[in-house]
């Protein structure tokens, strides 16, 4: 059973649609969790980060972490055509303060217009 | 600000060869790790450098190793390629190493076909 576990999709929906995105995880270690978004033949984006649990939104982005039932989301409002692409959740964390990070599969979003 | 740049971007090499992969952090960015992408396995961890020091190393073989330099430049070799190293390589940089002050920021990878 891998660490990290996300539905790799694909997801379709319409535009102006709420997308979420989910991973949920079994070490109980991770403090430090990350969204991060990969437009085809490009590297990851980061765009969220957050530390332990509870909500953090930026504009039409929304991360939740609830590390009672190790389970981590991200919402989209208002959905784009510009937003297809691959979404990867990534964790960390533990007494090391490794920079190692353990990514979900990655979900692929197309957003159609 | 410039972003992580990874060089080179595309490289086609054939069974047994060796390749050497470079990577430049964003400025003031003292550590970077490494990664490989495969359609299969993700984003899977290679090793983390900080101040010319390996920090951390994933499970990969001996095969694959790597070194930081005085201006946080890094490289990455993998020795004695097979075709299962075909995948894209990603290095991603941060200030200060661990994830509690900040997470990392990824280049644009170099994709290796091994043949």
């Known amino acids: 059973q891998k660490e990290v576990e996300q539905d790799p999709g694909p997801l379709s929906v319409p535009e102006g649609a709420i997308v979420s995105l989910n991973c949920t995880y079994s070490?109980?270690?991770?403090?430090?969790f990350m969204w991060y978004r990969q437009y085809s033949r490009k590297g990851p984006e980061l765009l969220m980060y957050?530390?332990?649990?509870g909500n953090k939104e930026d504009g039409r982005f929304t991360a939740q972490v609830d590390k009672s039932s190790k389970y981590i989301s991200l919402f989209i409002r208002d959905s784009q055509p510009s937003d297809s692409a691959t979404y990867l959740c990534?964790?960390?964390?533990?007494?090391?303060?490794?920079?190692?990070?353990?990514f979900g599969q990655g979900t692929t979003l197309q957003v159609k217009p | 600000k410039a972003g992580v740049t990874q060089t080179p971007r595309y490289l086609i090499k054939t069974r047994g060869q060796q390749v050497t992969l470079s990577c430049s952090p964003i400025?003031?960015?003292?550590?970077v790790s490494w990664y490989q992408q495969t359609p299969g396995q993700g984003l899977q961890f290679l090793f983390e450098?900080?101040?010319?020091?390996?920090?951390n190393k994933g499970n990969f073989p001996g095969r694959f190793s790597g070194r930081q330099f005085s201006n946080s430049r890094s490289e990455m070799n993998v020795s004695t390629l097979e075709l299962g190293d075909s995948a894209l390589y990603l290095c991603?940089?941060?200030?200060?190493?661990?994830?509690?002050?900040?997470?990392?920021?990824f280049g644009p990878g170099t994709r290796l076909t091994v043949l």
């Open positions: 991603a940089s941060s200030a200060m190493p661990g994830t509690s002050t900040d997470t990392q920021y």
């Open positions: 070490n109980s270690a991770f403090q430090y």
């Open positions: 957050t530390y332990s649990s």
């Open positions: 990534a964790m960390s964390g533990g007494s090391s303060n490794t920079g190692k990070l353990i």
């Open positions: 400025s003031g960015h003292r550590s």
């Open positions: 450098y900080f101040s010319e020091t390996q920090r």
